[in-house]
């Protein structure tokens, strides 16, 4: 089994920011991809940035330029740097990692709130 526990979300004003970070931990041979989607209420569970092992990022075009993702592959962290944040951006946040065990599975986080007031 896989465990992701994220962190850092919260309430913040409009054009404020916030950092969250997700650990992983468990058996695993490898992490492939990390990365976060959100779900605001009714709404589905929307990509939000994910990044490879090599580096590579990809971001929801609503987040490009105010939201950063990096990991620590050493430390198996991911973080989600999010400056400028809006009302819009509030929802919940998941982290999800692509790991290789025998097989290659995707485990999932608990989700954490993110609120942004205007």
């Known amino acids: 089994q896989v465990q992701l526990v994220e962190s850092g979300g919260g309430l913040v004003q409009s054009g404020g920011s916030l950092r969250l970070s997700c650990a992983a931990s468990?058996?695993?041979?490898?992490?492939?991809?990390m990365g976060w989607y959100r779900q605001a209420p009714g709404k589905e569970r929307d990509l939000v940035a994910k990044i490879t092992n090599g580096g590579s990022t990809n971001y929801a075009d609503s987040v490009k330029g105010r939201f950063t993702a990096s990991r620590d592959n050493a430390k198996n962290t991911l973080d989600l740097q999010m400056n400028s944040l809006k009302p819009e951006d509030t929802a919940d946040y998941y982290c999800?990692?692509?790991?290789?065990?025998?097989?290659?599975?995707?485990?999932w986080g608990k989700g954490i709130q993110v609120t942004v007031s205007s």
């Open positions: 999800y990692a692509d790991v290789t065990q025998l097989t290659r599975n995707i485990y």
């Open positions: 468990g058996r695993f041979f490898s992490i492939n991809a």
